[in-house]
């Protein structure tokens, strides 16, 4: 098993199996050293965890257990995509979307609960630029989605 | 006539003439392969195809069509920027906004639109990661705007 | 002092100091010569200067001004990651988030305040593509977010 592999089941996490894509895209695209990354949202073995929006019947607490599930997902597809989650160089980017009713002003807050996860996960490696809007609606109705690009040994 | 374009014209499609910037930035900037292409709205020859909200005015069929038109205006900023659509390697990510009410839960749905396309005109090499979500609003009221990045050949 | 800063006085403008990230992630990530910054908000030393959504509170105007704030923003974390603002080679990319009512269509006039300062300073270097979008709520209830990428000289 991978180092990154092993420290995430440390942390009492599994890695899930790559979500299906909701639609007629793939879940990541390479071009050189940078990976591509589909947009993931809160599923599980096929079922939604967190539907709805924070401020109506989702809080921030919600929301970031919600946010490490996308981050899961999102992990599971990289590991589908080169093979090994040590062979991340490190993260570039995550843009993150926070299902809410608006004006809703924590999206930060929310997207956290991804960002830690990367950040435990790989040290240094695992930080990243970022941005956190909230959004209308998401796909299924979930409560996060995050996209996010990563740089990729060879 | 290109490839691309000869089957654009077989699947029925016309290449519009590339839309004006709707404000102060560029219809694409290149940086080494990579393309990035700026937002594009439901216009068609300088008028609006697609305006209001899906889950009010507009439906998911005809979010998809809005889809549709966004994806030919980004076919023709890419002609525009390289010369020819044979010259694409690969569509490598979609960023698509549907303009809707509050807790809309079929973006991808309505996305599939241009992401059809894309993989309909290009094979894989049209296939592409994506994240799609529903946003508050979009420029001059469009019901669907998308965000296109490809890999260029040399 | 570098020629764009020189620039920027001459523009009446003062660089701020580099905003604080409101949460678990980096102003900025580099790789290669592409540097992904993170989304900035109307704060100037530490605190708010446009808070809630256009279209309530705000108007085209000062959402325009807000605009202007975060790309302030933005330069601030460029120099802090690449230390002189003079070895930008290009603007890539600029994402416009406004934080506004169901149904704001003028995103575009908003984020030009952004767009246009860049320009005005870097002539062509400044140029770049643009998606902007209105969304339901952003970082601190902040009227504007942007998140823009830049190519670096060596």
């Known amino acids: 098993m991978s180092q990154i592999e092993s420290k995430l089941a440390e942390m009492g996490y599994t890695l899930p ?3 299906a ?4 895209y793939l879940p990541y ?4 050293s940078v990976l591509y990354l589909a947009g993931v949202i809160c599923v599980k073995d096929g079922v939604m965890t967190h539907t709805g929006q924070v401020g109506d019947i989702q809080t921030v ?5 919600g946010a490490q599930i996308c981050a899961l997902n999102a992990l599971s597809n990289i590991k589908a995509a080169i093979g090994d989650l040590d062979k991340v160089e ?3 980017y995550v843009g993150g979307y926070v ?7 924590q999206s930060p807050q929310v997207i956290n609960g991804a960002s830690e996860l990367f950040n435990t996960l790989y040290g240094d490696r695992g930080r990243h630029a970022r941005a956190a809007v909230a959004v209308a609606g998401l796909p299924a109705d979930s409560t996060v989605e995050i996209q996010v690009n990563v740089a990729v040994m060879d």
Chains 1, 2, 3 share one sequence.
């Open 17 to 19: 199996a790559p979500p």
């Open 21 to 24: 894509p909701g639609g007629m």
């Open 29 to 32: 695209r390479r071009h050189g």
């Open 61 to 65: 607490e919600t929301g970031f257990e």
């Open 90 to 92: 490190s993260f570039l």
């Open 99 to 105: 299902n809410a009713v608006s004006g809703f002003a």
